[in-house]
């Protein structure tokens, strides 16, 4: 499973996402065999940094969190997020100009389904571009993510709100725009990984792979 590992600090986020680099190394090799990092990024206007993974078993991610990552400096909380049924979609080769949002959606249960499908098969206008979609009941009615590349921030909100906001269950929208990503895994390393381990995931593994490479 893929999970998104928000890391927070009273100092400024940049300092972990330093210090997280500093130790890439010794971090992966905690988990070498187990589990692999694959991204670290940064929300605007948030004191926190999301570090994505994936391991196998949910003890692995425990004891990474509870033996190593609780370790790294400056760091004051620690909140994980699944990434349930993800999809990843294929990007355009130059992304550089568009900017990178995470849209978080409160569904009502009965609608569950239905919006994640129709957002998950929608046709977006050429100005954006579906990055990837998952369930994960993060918190009570915050049960699905999704995150779009833009050409700018207004054509974002014309969609969302003539279309995403309109569909049958969705109660409330959260609207995140994504500072900064740095890959920590290329293609090659991600499939010598899952080769040895016998991951056979669901999603496509290169999709997944280039969501963030440089």
């Given at each position: 499973?893929?999970?998104?590992?928000?890391?927070?600090?009273?100092?400024?986020?940049?300092?972990?996402?330093?210090?997280?680099?500093?130790?890439?190394?010794?971090?992966?090799?905690?988990?070498?065999?187990k589990g692999q990092?694959?991204?670290?990024?940064?929300?605007?206007?948030?004191?926190?940094?999301?570090?994505?993974?994936?391991?196998?078993?949910?003890d692995?991610?425990?004891?990474?969190?509870?033996?190593?990552?609780?370790?790294v400096?400056?760091?004051?909380?620690?909140?994980?997020?699944?990434?349930?049924?993800?999809?990843?979609?294929?990007?355009?080769k130059?992304?550089k100009?568009?900017?990178?949002?995470t849209?978080t959606?409160k569904?009502?249960?009965?609608k569950?389904?239905?919006?994640?499908?129709?957002?998950?098969t929608?046709?977006?206008?050429?100005?954006?571009?579906?990055?990837?979609?998952?369930y994960?009941f993060?918190?009570?009615?915050?049960?699905i993510?999704?995150?779009?590349?833009a050409?700018?921030?207004?054509?974002?909100?014309?969609?969302?709100?003539?279309?995403?906001?309109?569909?049958?269950?969705?109660?409330?929208m959260t609207?995140?725009?994504?500072?900064?990503?740095?890959?920590?895994v290329?293609?090659?390393e991600?499939k010598?990984?899952?080769?040895?381990?016998?991951?056979?995931?669901?999603?496509?593994?290169?999709?997944?792979?280039?969501?963030?490479?440089?």
């Amino acid at each position: 499973m893929i999970n998104i590992i928000r890391l927070q600090s009273q100092e400024k986020k940049e300092k972990i996402c330093d210090v997280i680099m500093s130790q890439l190394n010794d971090l992966q090799e905690s988990i070498k065999g187990k589990g692999q990092l694959l991204y670290l990024s940064k929300r605007i206007k948030h004191k926190d940094v999301s570090l994505f993974i994936h391991t196998n078993d949910p003890d692995v991610l425990g004891d990474f969190i509870a033996e190593r990552l609780n370790n790294v400096e400056n760091i004051s909380d620690i909140w994980v997020i699944n990434m349930i049924k993800p999809v990843f979609f294929p990007l355009p080769k130059d992304t550089k100009g568009m900017k990178r949002f995470t849209i978080t959606l409160k569904v009502f249960p009965k609608k569950l389904k239905d919006v994640y499908q129709n957002i998950a098969t929608a046709t977006l206008p050429e100005s954006l571009k579906m990055a990837y979609i998952a369930y994960t009941f993060h918190l009570f009615g915050d049960s699905i993510q999704f995150s779009i590349l833009a050409d700018s921030e207004e054509a974002l909100n014309k969609y969302l709100a003539e279309v995403v906001n309109k569909l049958p269950g969705v109660v409330k929208m959260t609207i995140n725009e994504i500072e900064r990503t740095r890959p920590l895994v290329s293609y090659d390393e991600w499939k010598q990984y899952s080769s040895n381990h016998g991951i056979v995931p669901a999603w496509d593994e290169e999709l997944m792979i280039n969501q963030f490479q440089k």
